[in-house]
């Protein structure tokens, strides 16, 4: 059985960001990412690897969060939002609605650095 915190763990503010995109006057793209949700939730480290991709060795970690769902969620949830837990950011890479029931939303994530 998948793990899924109670709700006496869920106590650790998270929050969640989502981007605002326009363009410039050269033709290039500006981001600027603007909080849309806070709430309480649980945040884990899932497992940690080292990769050689990009030139340089670096460490990749990555992390699980659970939110509660909220009608703000279902409607600004998309693969541009980014977590933040602790004043560190996370990519999310994929997020589920866990349990119907209890309504929980189940994200994994990739610490930006």
Same mark, same amino acid.
């Given at each position: 059985?998948?793990?899924?915190? &109670?709700?006496? *763990?869920?106590?650790?503010?998270?929050?969640?960001? #989502?981007?605002?995109?326009?363009?410039?006057?050269?033709? %290039? *793209?500006?981001? *600027?990412?603007?909080?849309?949700? #806070?709430?309480?939730?649980?945040?884990?480290?899932?497992?940690?690897?080292?990769?050689?991709? &990009? %030139? $340089?060795?670096?460490?990749v970690n990555i992390h699980e969060a659970w939110l509660f769902w909220r009608q703000t969620l279902e409607n600004e949830?998309?693969?541009?939002?980014?977590?933040?837990?602790?004043?560190?950011?996370?990519?999310?890479?994929? $997020?589920?609605?866990?349990?119907?029931?209890?309504?929980?939303?189940?994200?994994?994530? #990739?610490?930006?650095?």
């Amino acid at each position: 059985m998948a793990f899924i915190p &109670t709700i006496g *763990q869920m106590r650790m503010v998270l929050k969640l960001e #989502t981007v605002n995109k326009w363009t410039d006057e050269t033709g %290039g *793209q500006n981001e *600027q990412y603007v909080e849309f949700y #806070t709430g309480r939730g649980y945040f884990r480290k899932k497992r940690g690897y080292r990769a050689f991709e &990009t %030139g $340089y060795d670096e460490t990749v970690n990555i992390h699980e969060a659970w939110l509660f769902w909220r009608q703000t969620l279902e409607n600004e949830i998309s693969k541009d939002i980014r977590l933040v837990y602790e004043a560190r950011v996370f990519k999310v890479d994929s $997020y589920d609605l866990v349990d119907e029931k209890r309504g929980v939303y189940k994200f994994e994530l #990739t610490e930006v650095r």
